[in-house]
């Protein structure tokens, strides 16, 4: 028995009006993508985040304060060179290096969604001013980074710069007349495989929150 | 050579076979990814997640099911993961956006069948509008649906016939079109 909401002339012109007008695909560009795929997964691995850090995020947050304190205190005049100490410093530099490795994740994953969303939006009447404002807001943190031991991995120390560049020019828009700057902007993140690098720089599963700021 | 064979020669670093692979299927999750997305872009990137993601986690491939269903589960994963967050982003800025501007954009008149059908298909849940596009546009049948979406058979079924009774609502002022 046809259920009563069933209408097959509907259902059939549903189809068909919808095959043909709804986001209808055009030939992919296959070569340029496996080109794309070649490159990120020659470049995977830029950061390296074992499963276990994921877990020790908060542990690393709480440690925060007390790396400051260790670091401040084996610098201070008169601090004591033992064995003991030694070995401390260096699980204090370890932590270290994962408080900055989260916050670098946390970054690069915040400026994959803002880019990932440029493109999308690189036809539509994106406010620019908001555009400009957030590229700045990423450009520091960016800068940051560069600064940072995170940037000691020459991989990623070569992402950074390419993302420093591709917010500086997204910063600089002018709202007049960016239509033209705007493609040669997406031109340039295509040209130079932005976002596949900075999505194989990111592990998968849920990014930490618990050590946002840490830099 | 058949596929089994195809992926032991990806499995033992073979870059031709990994090629011919993805010349196999790129066609088909290049089109549910641009279905679903709606942008040429984002479809891109999400074809060339879903192959990155496929040939690094081939080894966990046990061949149960076919390759293209396990392909295809990566594939909606990846796309409606990447929706949602660009979904979110876009909400923030709008959020931060005043509000004359929001109500700009939402006044906006589609008077025209296509433009309609659009909007009626945008605004079904994300479940719906998934199963929608996967079966009545795309082809695929519950069964792969139901295993790329984690989801049984019966409620793919399911939510095929609810999002075809909202589109019937929403697209009532046509009916014209297909009663004749």
Redesign the interface.
Known sequence: MMDQHEDPKFEQWLKDAARTTYHAPRTPPREEMWARIEAARRDKHVIELRPWLRWAVAAAAVLVLGIGIGRWSRNAPGGSKTAAGTQVSNEIDSLANVAYQVAATQYLSRTEAFLTSFRADANRSANTARLARQARDLLTTTQLMLDSPAADNPRLRALLEDLELVLMQISLLNPVQDGHDRDLITQGMNQSNVLPKLRSAIPAGPVPVRTEGAL | MDESQLIARVRAGDSAAE?AL??AH??RV??LA????????????F???T??RA??RLGSFRGDAAFSTWLHTITTTVVLN?LR??K???QR?AD??DAH?IGVVQRHAEPD??AR??QA?DDLPEGYRTV??MH??EGYTHEEIGVALGVETGTSKAQL?RA??K??VA?ADFAG???R
Do not use: H
């Not at chain 2, 641009?34 to 990137?45: H, I, K, M, S, T």
């Open positions: 090629r993805y010349d790129v066609d290049y089109r641009f279905r679903l997305a709606g942008d040429d872009a984002l479809a891109q990137d074809t060339q997640e192959f990155i040939f690094d990447g967050k660009v979110r982003f876009r800025e931060i956006d501007e069948l296509k059908l659009k298909i929608f596009l009545d546009v016939s075809r009774a589109l019937r697209l079109e297909w009663v």
